[in-house]
């Protein structure tokens, strides 16, 4: 059963706006959250992560909220530019040594 | 600074053959792992493991061997490989098990007709 769900496929959005990508998780015991990019025939690269303690997490034009009670995080990309059309994976990890992502969100930033 | 390489890049495979994936860091990141990404099923854990001389099976291990005799290698073997197995597979590596970021091989395309 999937533990991390990105519930959108794809989304698509004009340049200059926001990009809101979602992931939801079902495991209360997920204490770090991770978001990765990732361009076609390449390998995923990390792009911003937040801790449980924390709510929010600001990296440039990069930022992910956690709301720990509805189990739902978000990454916002304000503005958005053609280049960060890629697709993007959701993670967690908890007290174990393992890492779980989600399905992948295809972003689409259009000039 | 290679980071995290992996080989080959492509393969194809016949059913029951057998095969090896390479992955080699240059971090000397303790954690190293593997995933497979197959569509609509995001990055799926094969093994993983948290140093030299251990290794654990993480979501879906089956059809999978590993070891990690030294820091630096984790290879993959499917002993007898399957059309079930055709995925790309992603060598990843990290300094901290949990919080640390994973750093990802560019991936290997393996076909088993």
């Known amino acids: 059963d999937q533990q991390v769900k990105q519930n959108s496929p794809s989304l698509s959005v004009q340049e200059g706006r926001i990009s809101i990508l979602n992931c939801d998780y079902t495991?209360?015991?997920?204490?770090?959250f991770l978001w990765y990019k990732k361009y076609p025939a390449e390998g995923p690269t990390f792009l911003i992560s937040i801790s449980s303690i924390k709510d929010k997490n600001e990296d440039g034009r990069f930022t992910v909220f956690l709301n720990k009670s509805a189990k739902h995080l978000s990454l916002h990309i304000v503005p958005s530019q053609p280049g960060d059309s890629a697709v993007y994976f959701c993670a967690a990890s908890g007290s174990g040594n393992q890492f779980y992502f989600g399905t992948g969100t295809s972003l689409t930033v259009i000039p | 600074n290679a980071g995290v390489t992996q080989t080959p890049k492509f393969q194809v495979l016949k059913t029951g053959q057998s095969m090896t994936l390479q992955c080699a860091q240059d971090?000397?990141?303790?954690?190293m792992s593997w995933y497979r990404q197959d569509p609509g099923m995001g990055l799926r854990l094969i093994h993983y493991?948290?140093?030299?001389?251990?290794?654990d099976q993480g979501e879906v291990p089956n059809g999978y061997n590993v070891s990690r005799s030294t820091t630096e290698d984790f290879p993959l073997r499917l002993l007898s490989a399957a059309p079930s197995q055709t995925s790309v597979y992603f060598c990843?590596?990290?300094?901290?098990?949990?919080?640390?970021?994973?750093?990802f091989g560019e991936g290997s395309r393996l076909t088993v007709l």
């Open positions: 495991n209360s015991m997920f204490d770090y």
């Open positions: 493991s948290v140093g030299a001389g251990i290794t």
């Open positions: 990843a590596s990290s300094r901290d098990r949990r919080t640390g970021e994973l750093f």
């Open positions: 971090m000397n990141h303790e954690y």
